[in-house]
């Protein structure tokens, strides 16, 4: 039989794939299975994926769709009713009604990015992105061999992108800035101020402003601004969302996009030549969103909002570790560096020592090496073990080493 090198498989492939790095939290998710299929015990602080039901409101209108025969083709654009329910939301939400040509279904928000970008950007054009940023943004932007420019997020300013750090980083190439608010990593919600600045810097250098929202209806006592207000997306803003976060769909693969026209028209020709469309069914099931009732939404946001409380107060009584309460989405970005270790060898220390499994902060960028990130989207009970054991854990490093040194 013969065998080859990995090195010798990869110089049959194309040089683009080879950038491919793909989600960070996935891949830490496969180790994690292997260990819980071997008998061990782990409490996930690793992937955004809430523990409640989807709504059943969802849920019925999936049931109905598929008794009926919704099993076939829609259009690349989507369903006209999930489209025209999604614009009387965003005039609800923002203010602004988008043309139904605007309007575009997807599998989810993660394409939505690699399709915008590879729609908009040139190759010698730049995009400005966060840094922590969601992985996904800098792994679009590698494979296509996109110039990244990065702003790095203070955590004395919250975390929030601070547009005269922005400003500083825009140059004639730029096409592009990656706006997310409410945030991941880190949960900071821009206020609607830093927001208008962005906006006008767009407008007076005409770059485009890409803002994912997928957590926009997942704040805590403050008002979440988004960018699509100011131009009603029909000229450079676009706007990412999903119902997975906000609704607990995160196995539908169900998302949106709204942005200028003349974008849309080819993200609808790129989606007819990549996935056809959307299941129908699913789309169906999009619409049964819109008949949740709202006390049901406030009360999965209430829940989050515990968690968040209970998870940052014990965070702040470990060892070493200090975490800002974030506005937003249901992730929190605690500062590791008091206990001497990276980011990735507090999270290793972390899953092999105390079953607790959480992300680097160099998962997210290059500028977060000393913190780690923490979903809240698993129950209090389980939030309050993987305290006692991540207590445990470093408390009994403490003794060993009082100065918490370094693995």
């Not at 292997?34 to 996930?44: P, R, T």
């Not at 989606?271 to 469309?277: P, Y």
């Not at 998870?311 to 309460?325: A, E, I, S, Y």
């Amino acid at each position: 039989m013969i065998t080859y090198s990995k090195k010798a498989m990869n110089n049959k492939l194309n040089p683009q794939a080879l950038r491919l790095v793909g989600q960070p939290m996935f891949r830490l998710l496969e180790d994690v299975k292997k260990l819980e299929a071997k008998g061990q015990d782990i409490v996930h602080f690793e992937i955004g994926d809430p523990d409640f039901n989807t709504p059943s409101a969802v849920v019925e209108a999936c049931i109905r769709s598929l008794r009926v025969g919704q099993t076939h083709y829609t259009s690349s654009y989507g369903l006209t009713e999930l489209r025209e329910a999604i614009i009387d939301h965003t005039y609800q939400e923002l203010g602004f009604k988008p043309s139904l040509e605007q309007v575009l279904i997807a599998p989810g928000a993660n394409p939505l990015i690699y399709f915008v970008i590879q729609c908009l950007v040139k190759a010698h054009e730049e995009v400005i992105v966060s840094d922590p940023s969601f992985s996904t943004f800098y792994s679009v932007l590698n494979f296509l061999n996109i110039k990244t420019v990065r702003v790095p997020l203070k955590e004395e300013y919250g975390f929030r992108m601070n547009p005269q750090d922005l400003s500083k980083r825009i140059t004639p190439q730029t096409k592009m800035v990656v706006l997310n608010s409410p945030h991941n990593p880190t949960g900071a919600v821009m206020t609607p101020a830093e927001i208008e600045a962005v906006c006008l810097l767009a407008k007076e250098h005409n770059f485009f402003i890409l803002s994912d929202e997928v957590y926009h209806l997942m704040s805590y006592g403050v008002k979440v601004a988004s960018p699509g207000v100011h131009d009603s997306c029909r000229e450079r803003t676009i706007i990412i969302n999903s119902f997975s976060k906000s609704f607990a769909m995160t196995g539908w693969r169900l998302g949106y996009i709204i942005g200028p026209e003349f974008l849309i028209e080819r993200i609808s020709l790129l989606t007819q030549t990549i996935i056809s469309c959307v299941p129908s069914f699913i789309q169906w099931a999009g619409l049964g969103v819109f008949d949740v009732p709202d006390e049901e939404i406030k009360a999965m946001n209430e829940e989050l909002r515990l968690r968040r409380d209970l998870l940052v107060d014990g965070l702040n009584q470990l060892p070493g570790v200090t975490c800002l309460k974030p506005q937003g989405a249901f992730y929190v970005f605690a500062n590791i560096q008091g206990t001497g270790m990276t980011g990735e060898q507090f999270a290793d220390l972390m899953l092999q020592e105390a079953g607790v499994a959480l992300l680097p902060g160099s998962n997210f960028g290059q500028e977060a090496n000393g913190y780690v990130r923490l979903c809240y989207a698993v129950n209090c009970d389980r939030i309050k073990e993987g305290l006692s054991r991540m207590n445990g854990v470093l408390s009994k490093r403490l003794l060993t080493s009082p100065s918490l040194k370094a693995l």
